[in-house]
């Protein structure tokens, strides 16, 4: 079952973390009694629970914002720590989101996902427990040992680019962040490749370009690489062109494979007016190559790139047009899916749809067409 959600759709869900905490016992450090739930509620003049669901973060609509402020200062003054253990079981689990990830800081895409976990979880009252489980199989397991002994609530196995995901079978809170599970039930978050491809195209087509060329990365048990090139050609059917595939070119992504399949593309008498790339990386490779065959972006030639990288994509004159990934507002929407209990609900397959950011390297074409 696949469903799209499109960002408006995201942002109209109720948000609110429903049910209480009644609060942790009392609790000491080094034998010396600690301030506890009830110094608080009695130093603020509120009820237990009141405090409770201040500290909590889940007063809104309960407790008026006066009584939440005194409450606020009062365990500031008190030195009050809440204990997230004890106070926010529910069911036997904490009120924690488990992120068990592969190299999660190693790539852009990772550290915006890992943002968005971080300060959605803050803001709603929840913790996070990150573990990096790299590509060791050992570390891995560990992560699951780690996750299950500290009892968290949810479990998101992020990866780092959108595949299938092994998903051990002893952790049953479970959900996907860009990929999808090795397992039916298990629900996934990905963003919606072909949707992007689609839309890629379709600004080119809707600029006047009719020769289109693609530059595409030869990992053929990619799920991105096999989506985005099957859209290209689906999309130029759809507009009625013609799908030459001498104008799809393939390599790697280091930047020697790169320079020279962007050269194959481009160092020919037939080039397209217009490239689609797999990602920005490709597309910057097409700028190199068109500086040293003295070819105009966008004069001569459109180029829109995949991903909207930062660093390249606002750093390439002229800057880069491109599909940006929506790992931000994957992450955000899950995390809240999570915390409000929603994830029985959710399909195996939610697709987030990637937005054309458009900037100055394409335009409507200037050479004559073949």
Known sequence: MVNRLTHERVLSHDLSVSGTDAGPPDQKRGGEMMTTLADVAAAAGV??????????????????????????????????????????????????????????????????????????????????????????????????????ARRVGQVVIASMYHRVVPVPEQIKDVVVLNGVADRPGVPGVVPDERQGASDAVAHLVDL????????????????????????????????????????????????????????RLLDRPDRPTAVFCYNDALAAGVFRQAVRLGISIPNDLSVIGFDDLALISTNLDPRLTTMRLPHWEMAEWLTRELAAGRTAELPDVTRFPCPLIERASTAPPTTSLP
């Open 208 to 263: 006047g370009h009719r020769r289109i060329g693609y530059l595409g990365h030869d990992d053929a048990e990619s799920i991105a690489v096999r989506e985005r090139s099957d859209s290209y050609r689906h999309s130029l059917r759809e507009a009625g062109l013609a799908v030459d595939e001498s104008l799809l070119v393939t390599g790697g992504l280091d930047p020697d494979s790169v320079d020279a399949t962007a050269r």
């Open 47 to 148: 009820s237990k629970a009141a405090a409770s669901l201040v500290l909590s973060g889940k007063f809104e609509g309960r407790v008026s914002e006066r009584k939440a402020e005194r409450v606020r200062m009062a365990a500031d003054e008190l030195g009050y720590v809440r204990d997230a253990i004890a106070g926010g079981m529910r069911n036997g689990r904490t009120r924690t989101i488990g992120v068990i990830g592969e190299r999660v800081l190693s790539t852009p895409y990772a550290v915006s996902m890992i943002d968005a976990v971080l300060s959605t979880s803050q803001s709603l009252g929840w913790s996070v427990l990150l573990t990096d489980a790299g590509h060791d199989g050992v570390a891995a397991k560990e992560a699951v040992r780690e996750m299950v």
